[in-house]
C-alpha cells in the first residue's frame, strides 16, 4: 500500500515539475500587426489610436527617435499610439537577433519613465498610466503595453504563441482600429512674433501705433481683463490671484504639445499670451508668459523660470513674483490640470515644495529661493 501510495506521489511531483519546466513557444503565425490588433482587443476602454507599420516613412524616424532604439535590430513590428492628451500605447517589435532583446526591453523601461514625465504635473492619470506600463518579451518578440489593464494585455501577448496561431487571411488587422488622422494645416494667426517688451511699452505709454496684429490683439484683451477683474482698492496679492483664477478658468491647456507626428505641429501661438488670451488654448509656456505679462502690467515684480518636469526633457517654465519683499512660486499651467478642474495647488509655494513635488527641476543658480509662506493660498 505504501508502495503504491509513493508510486502516486513521484507521478503527481514528475507531473508538476514537467508543467513548471515546460517553455513557452517562441514561434507564432500572427503577424505584429495582428498581434497589436489582438492586444487591444483585451482592453475595455481605449482611445482612438494612430498606427505606424514598417511601411510607414515615419516608422524608422519613431523607432530611433522616440524608443531610442536601434532601427537595424529591428526586422519587423507594429507601432499603436494615442495622440493629444491621450497616452495610450501598445507595440510590438520583431527583432533580426533575440540576443537584442534585453537591450530593447531596457530602452522601452527607459522610454515610460520618460514619458510619463511629459504628462506630470499635466495630466497626472495619464502619467500614472504611463509609470504602470509594462514591457515584455519572447524571443524575438518584444512588447511595449501602455494601457488601463496591462494584466490582460501581457496575457493576450503570450497566448499569441504556439502552434495553434495561424497567419490571418488578412494583411493587416490592425489597420482598422489605428486611425490615421488627416494632416493638419496649422493657419497663421499672424506673421510676426509675440514681443512682450513692445506690448508692455504701448501699455504704459498708451500709443499702440507701432504694434503688429497679433501684439494688438493680445494687448487689447489684456486690457479687458485688467478692466473686468482689478479693482483699484486691491492689494497685489489679490490682484496676483484675480489673474491667475481669470487664466485657469478661461484658457486650458493646449493637447497639440503632446503630438508626436510629424504631420502635426503645436499650434501656433500656443507659447504666447495669443494661445491664452484669444486661442483661449496654451501650453505651459503660454500660461507663464500671460501671467509674466500681467505682472508687469501691474507692477507687480515677477520672473519666469524654466526647467523641467522630473526626468523629462521637455521644457517647462513657471513664474515667482514677489510680494512685500518676499518670493513665491507660481505654476499656472499645472494649476489648470487636463481632466480636472482649475485648483491652486501651485499658487504661491516656496521652492522647497516645487523641490518635493519630484516633478520640478530647474538650474538654481541664478533663481532667487522663495521661503515665504505669508501668501500661500488658503482655502476660505
Not at 105 to 130: C, D, L, S
Amino acid at each position: 500500500m505504501k508502495k503504491i501510495q509513493y508510486c502516486v506521489i513521484t507521478m503527481l511531483i514528475l507531473c508538476l515539475l514537467e508543467g513548471c519546466t515546460k517553455k513557452q513557444s517562441l514561434e507564432t503565425g500572427m503577424t505584429p500587426q495582428e498581434m497589436v490588433q489582438t492586444i487591444m482587443e483585451s482592453q475595455e476602454k481605449l482611445p482612438t489610436l494612430e498606427q505606424i507599420a514598417p511601411e510607414d516613412e515615419e516608422f524608422i524616424s519613431y523607432v530611433s527617435n522616440y524608443y531610442q532604439i536601434n532601427d537595424e535590430q529591428v526586422e519587423d513590428g507594429d507601432i499603436c499610439y494615442a495622440d493629444g492628451e491621450e497616452a495610450s500605447e501598445i507595440a510590438v517589435l520583431v527583432l533580426k537577433d533575440e540576443k537584442d532583446s534585453e537591450t530593447i526591453q531596457t530602452a522601452w523601461k527607459e522610454y515610460i519613465q520618460n514619458r510619463a514625465g511629459v504628462f506630470e504635473g499635466y495630466a497626472p492619470q495619464q502619467a500614472a498610466m504611463v509609470k504602470d506600463g509594462v514591457v515584455v518579451g519572447n524571443g524575438k518578440y518584444v512588447a511595449l503595453l501602455i494601457c488601463q489593464d496591462t494584466s490582460a494585455a501581457k496575457e493576450v501577448f503570450f497566448n499569441c504563441f504556439g502552434e495553434n496561431k495561424k497567419n490571418s487571411s488578412k494583411k493587416n488587422a490592425a489597420s482598422k482600429a489605428a486611425s490615421k488622422k488627416d494632416s493638419k494645416e496649422n493657419a497663421s494667426k499672424a506673421d510676426d512674433a509675440y514681443d512682450a517688451s513692445a506690448v508692455l511699452k504701448a501699455w504704459k505709454t498708451g500709443d499702440d501705433s507701432h504694434l503688429s496684429d497679433m501684439n494688438l490683439k493680445i494687448l487689447e484683451a489684456a486690457k479687458d481683463v485688467i478692466h473686468q477683474e482689478i479693482k483699484e482698492n486691491m492689494s497685489d496679492y489679490e490682484k496676483e490671484l484675480a489673474i491667475h483664477d481669470c487664466i485657469t478658468n478661461s484658457s486650458s491647456f493646449d493637447y497639440s504639445v503632446f503630438r508626436r507626428s510629424s504631420a502635426d505641429q503645436v499650434e501656433e501661438g500656443s507659447d504666447t499670451p495669443y494661445g491664452v488670451l484669444i486661442d483661449q488654448k496654451a501650453m505651459c509656456h503660454g500660461y507663464s508668459s500671460t501671467f509674466q505679462l500681467f505682472m508687469d502690467m501691474l507692477d507687480i515684480e515677477c520672473i519666469t523660470v524654466f526647467g523641467k518636469p522630473g526626468s523629462n526633457d521637455m521644457e517647462h517654465s513657471w513664474n515667482m513674483v514677489r510680494l512685500d519683499g518676499e518670493w513665491y512660486c507660481v505654476d499656472v499651467a499645472w494649476d489648470d490640470p487636463i481632466g480636472g478642474s482649475p485648483e491652486h495647488t501651485y499658487f504661491n509655494v516656496t521652492s522647497q515644495e516645487l523641490r518635493t513635488s519630484g516633478i520640478h527641476e530647474w538650474d538654481e543658480t541664478d533663481v532667487p529661493e522663495a521661503t515665504a509662506t505669508t501668501y500661500r493660498y488658503k482655502e476660505e
